[in-house]
């Protein structure tokens, strides 16, 4: 079996595992309703809107901005 020949330090290894701690965003998309940031293929948070239809009911601060594109 392969083998290190020496041992790494721990600054090394410390290094290597500290190297992939960051977590990335989740990609974001924004609402084709309201406008708001939300995830793709996920319901709107604000307005409840998913592929132009008011799909979940929500409580609208901002009457404008929130109102259908239909209606
Ligand atoms: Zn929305």
Redesign the pocket.
């Known amino acids: 079996m392969a083998n290190p020949k020496k041992k790494h330090t721990r600054m090394r290894t410390d290094l290597r595992r500290s190297a992939n701690w960051r977590i990335t965003a989740p990609p974001s998309s924004k609402?084709?309703?309201?406008?708001?940031p939300?995830r793709p293929h996920h319901v709107?948070?604000?307005?409840?809107?998913y592929g132009g239809e008011l799909l979940i009911p929500r409580k609208i601060k901002k009457k404008e901005e929130?109102q259908p594109p239909q209606a």
């Open positions: 609402c084709s309703n309201c406008g708001a939300s709107c948070p604000e307005c409840g809107f929130g």
